[in-house]
């Protein structure tokens, strides 16, 4: 229901979509400056680049054919930051885990 209401291709509907219904602020989540791989960037600059890597892939059907092994280990790192960044955020904000 909610996919049909907003995009989720952007982070300014993703920060959109879970303020409204969570009250969850993407934005400063994203304002940290994280290491992944070998260097350390802005989680919000890093999920940019993200969400442009998959927009080529499923828009414009790029393949970046220097990506290699380090770098699809780093998009997957970055991919597990993001997401243990945000369940980090919500285990705090509801006071337990949610996880195992």
Request: glycine share 4%; net charge negative; aromatic share 10%.
């Amino acid at each position: 229901m909610v996919a049909e209401w907003y995009s989720f291709q952007n982070i300014d509907s993703i920060h959109k979509a879970f303020n409204e219904w969570f009250g969850i602020d993407i934005w400063n989540l994203l304002r940290q400056r994280r290491k992944v791989g070998k260097r350390i960037a802005s989680l919000e600059k890093r999920l940019k680049s993200l969400i442009n890597f998959r927009h080529g892939i499923v828009h414009r059907f790029e393949v970046n054919v220097d990506l290699d092994r380090p770098g699809i280990e780093e998009l997957i790192d970055l991919s597990i930051l993001l997401i243990e960044t945000f369940v980090q955020h919500v285990e705090a904000l509801l006071g337990e885990d949610i996880r195992d």
